[in-house]
T-cell receptor, first 113, second 110 residues
C-alpha cells in the first residue's frame, strides 16, 4: 500500500520561479491537506480540500494555490517562490474531517534561494 | 484564532526514565489527536481522544484528555531509544482544520 505519495522529494528554486508539488493518495480518502513545517515548529495548514471539487484556505495560504484534480490528487502551486517559502511540505489525507487520523506523505524539502 | 501549545519544547531522558508532554488549547476541543514524527520522517497518527476525561493506553504510552476538553497529555513509561522523535498534539479548529501544537522533541540517552 503506497498511502500518500508526494513528488518531488527535494527541490531547489530560485526566487521568483514557480513550481507545483504533487500529491496522490490511494486510500479512497475524501479529504486532503497541505501543511508546511519549519525547523523546530509544528505543522501549519496551508490549504485543504474537504472533498473532491472543493478547496479552502488554512492558516497560511498566502503565496500558494491548490487544485483538487480528482479524488486521488491534490496539488500545491507556488507561483513566485520566495525565500520565506523554504520549508518542508507535507501532504495528508483522511477519510473525513473530524474523527479520523491523518495519513501523511513523506514530504517535499523545498529550498528557495 | 485557535492556538495549541505544547510543553516542554525538548526533553532529554535516560533510557528507562518516564516522559510526559502536555498540550493546552485556547479553546474547547471536540477531539484531540496525537502524532509521532521520527527525525527526518513524517508525522504518524498515534491516537484520537474524544470524550471528556478519556484515558487510552497503547503499551507504554498513556494518553489523557482533560475534563474541560482544553488540555491533554502523553505519558511514556520506561522510555526506550525507539521512542526518540517529536510528539505533536493536534486539535480541530473546525471540521477540516486540524491545528498542530509546536511539538515536544524527545531524546533518549542509551
Amino acid at each position: 500500500n503506497a498511502g500518500v505519495t508526494q513528488t518531488p522529494k527535494f527541490q531547489v528554486l530560485k526566487t521568483g520561479q514557480s513550481m507545483t508539488l504533487q500529491c496522490a493518495q490511494d486510500m479512497n480518502h475524501n479529504s486532503m491537506y497541505w501543511y508546511r513545517q519549519d525547523p523546530g515548529m509544528g505543522l501549519r495548514l496551508i490549504y485543504y480540500s474537504a472533498s473532491e471539487g472543493t478547496t479552502d484556505k488554512g492558516e497560511v495560504p498566502n503565496g500558494y494555490n491548490v487544485s483538487r484534480l480528482n479524488k486521488r490528487e491534490f496539488s500545491l502551486r507556488l507561483e513566485s517562490a520566495a525565500p520565506s517559502q523554504t520549508s518542508v511540505y507535507f501532504c495528508a489525507s483522511s477519510a473525513w474531517g473530524q474523527g479520523a487520523g491523518y495519513t501523511f506523505g513523506s514530504g517535499t524539502r523545498l529550498t528557495v534561494v | 484564532g485557535q492556538q495549541v501549545m505544547q510543553i516542554p519544547q525538548y526533553q532529554h531522558v535516560q533510557e528507562g526514565e518516564d516522559f510526559t508532554t502536555y498540550c493546552n488549547s485556547s479553546t474547547t476541543l471536540s477531539n484531540i489527536q496525537w502524532y509521532k514524527q521520527r527525525p527526518g520522517g513524517h508525522p504518524v497518527f498515534l491516537i484520537q481522544l474524544v470524550k471528556s476525561g478519556e484515558v487510552k493506553k497503547q503499551k507504554r504510552l498513556t494518553f489523557q484528555f482533560g475534563e474541560a476538553k482544553k488540555n491533554s497529555s502523553l505519558h511514556i513509561t520506561a522510555t526506550q531509544t525507539t521512542d526518540v522523535g517529536t510528539y505533536f498534539c493536534a486539535g480541530h479548529a473546525s471540521s477540516y482544520k486540524l491545528i498542530f501544537g509546536s511539538g515536544t522533541r524527545l531524546l533518549v540517552r542509551p
